[in-house]
């Protein structure tokens, strides 16, 4: 078995975001640290990620050392993640968390996001981030707004009121807030999940700048994948995601909030998709429209499985918890 390095994260790379609906190039890291420490949502298995113990501090600042080295030129968003959360000082203590913060290229990075659980959102720690970095913005996984859900279908292990009061510190610290969507959790139908992520969307009115929608996908060695695997769940369509994304955009409610989503796993039996034929050109429609908020993006793209789409969403409520194709 190949050891996994204690002093390199566990990813680094480049693509494209968006500040002020202007696109701009973006690093996304994710840092292995001791893992999550909840490690219950029925999805994830980020967990397997984490790094053999003992890991030091001096592996950390390693392993931010090894991301900035892979930075390209220009301005840019940077996006750090762990496989839990970075303000858990289990994972990385607070003074460690400021020294990364403060090896990043300030004169370069137009915002910083880093993803954390609720919990974690406080005065302290987000008054240090905001004190470095003018444009900082906390990320979120509140995948949905609806507290049964989110307990029952994903056991995230918070509720919609601890997110809000993470918002309220956020702000007061001067910081923004971009809130992670997941779509189609376990136990939902495809309407359903459609219905949870535009109602959830209405509710984020209030509190968010952004809103990245993430569309399930089954891991190994998760619940979800047990269930995946007797049959019981098919990950969401990809016109889904299309049609969530389109209703929000055309909404003048959310005229000042992008809404974003990287569809991995696309077209992969395990991840969205529809028919093989669409897959890519769906995918790619809605990276674009990510970019570009333009929701011509979209709208312009047709396949005839649109139409098997459709009839999903009528007649899942009558196969009793057994997906259609």
């Known amino acids: 078995m190949k050891a996994i390095p204690r002093d390199k ?3 680094v790379g480049t ?10 190039k973006a690093v996304t890291i994710i840092l292995r640290t001791t893992g999550c420490h909840w490690r219950r949502c029925k999805m994830c298995n980020y967990y397997l990620e984490q790094a053999p113990p003992p890991l030091s501090e001096e592996d950390l600042i390693s392993q931010i050392d090894h991301a900035i080295s892979k930075f390209p030129e220009g301005d840019l968003i940077v996006k750090i993640f762990t496989s839990g959360s970075f303000f858990d000082e289990r994972e990385i203590p607070r003074g460690v968390q400021e020294s990364i913060l403060r090896r990043l290229p300030r004169d370069q990075i137009r915002k910083l996001i880093i993803e954390t659980r609720p919990e974690f959102v406080t005065r302290s720690a987000i008054s240090t981030a905001v004190e470095i970095f003018d444009s900082f913005e906390v990320a979120i996984g509140l995948e949905t707004t609806n507290d049964e859900i989110r307990s029952r279908c994903i056991e995230k292990g918070f509720s919609f009121e601890d997110f809000k009061r993470a918002v309220e510190v956020a702000r007061a610290c001067g910081a923004g807030v971009r809130t992670y969507l997941l779509l189609k959790p376990p136990y939902l139908t495809e309407r359903e999940a459609i219905d949870d992520m535009l109602r959830s969307a209405r509710d984020l009115i209030p509190y968010t700048r952004t809103i990245s929608l993430n569309l399930t996908t089954v891991r190994k060695n998760t619940p979800l994948h047990s269930l995946w695997k007797e049959g019981y769940y098919r990950p969401p369509w990809l016109w889904s995601a299309v049609e969530v994304m389109r209703r929000i955009r055309e909404d003048p409610r959310f005229d000042d909030i992008a809404i974003i989503s990287d569809p991995i796993g696309a077209g992969k039996p395990w991840g969205p998709h529809n028919c093989k034929r669409c897959d890519n050109r769906v995918k790619d429609a809605i ?19 649109k139409k098997l789409w459709e009839v999903v969403l009528q007649l899942e409520r009558f196969t009793f918890g057994v997906p259609l194709p």
């Open 15 to 24: 693509g494209t975001d968006i500040i002020d609906f202007e696109p701009i």
């Open 9 to 11: 994260p566990v990813y």
């Open 287 to 305: 990276r674009r429209f990510s970019i570009t908020q333009d929701v011509r993006d979209l709208t312009a793209i047709e396949c005839r499985c």
